[in-house]
């Protein structure tokens, strides 16, 4: 029984610190998803290079929107941005502030499984920004990518220094190799290690 309850609070310790393979609650995306964030987090300035007016774009764990949002600014009324995220509570949201900003038309929400996108057409550029560390199965996730990502489009994978090591990252680096894409460009983001990359 004492070892019952000793786990249990492992459990939710580990939760409350976001210690190892978890899924961010939808509520903490407001303690970083803040009008702050443009100071540290420029979408422009990130994507600048990547997206452009009438790209389709996917956002893989959109979270709250912030990088949706500002994609849908960038593509413009000719391209398409499709958000995706396992939470509800989190499309929910987005989708409000999209309305708000008044993008939402050029945005497709979409809530998707824990192991699978279910995105099944055609896009030039894929986000997973703060999020591969959360996925279960990384392998199948970057299958998954490259199987709707144009020749010429590029995927921009970055994960924060603060919950995944540089030895991780080279991990996901090496994976992404293995999963038939090649390294185009190690972008700086504060806070972040990144790399972009596109399908062989």
């Known amino acids: 029984m004492r070892n019952r309850y000793a786990l249990r609070i492992r459990s939710l310790i580990r939760k409350a610190f976001l210690v190892g393979p978890h899924t961010c609650p939808w509520w903490i995306g407001y303690t970083f998803d803040n009008p702050l964030r443009r100071l540290i987090h420029d979408p422009n300035s990130i994507l600048g290079n990547w997206v452009a007016p009438g790209d389709t774009v996917v956002d893989i ?10 994609m849908a600014d960038i593509v413009g009324s000719s391209g398409r941005v499709i958000a995706l995220d396992i939470q509800q509570q989190m499309i929910r949201r987005a989708r409000k502030r999209a309305e708000h900003r008044g993008v939402a038309n050029r945005i497709d929400f979409r809530i998707c499984e824990q192991d699978r996108l279910g995105y099944e057409g055609v896009a030039d550029f894929a986000l997973a920004f703060w999020m591969v560390h959360e996925v279960r199965d990384p392998k199948n996730l970057l299958a998954e990518i490259k199987s709707f990502l144009r020749p010429s489009g590029k995927l921009l994978i970055t994960e924060p220094k603060v919950h995944v090591s540089q030895a991780e990252f080279n991990k996901t680096v090496n994976l992404v ?21 596109s399908p062989v």
Not at 61 to 70: H, V
């Open 177 to 197: 190799r293995c999963e038939g894409f090649q390294i185009v460009e190690r972008p700086e983001i504060r806070f972040s290690q990144s790399v972009v990359c």
């Open 61 to 70: 764990g959109c979270g709250l929107g912030y990088f949706s949002i500002a």
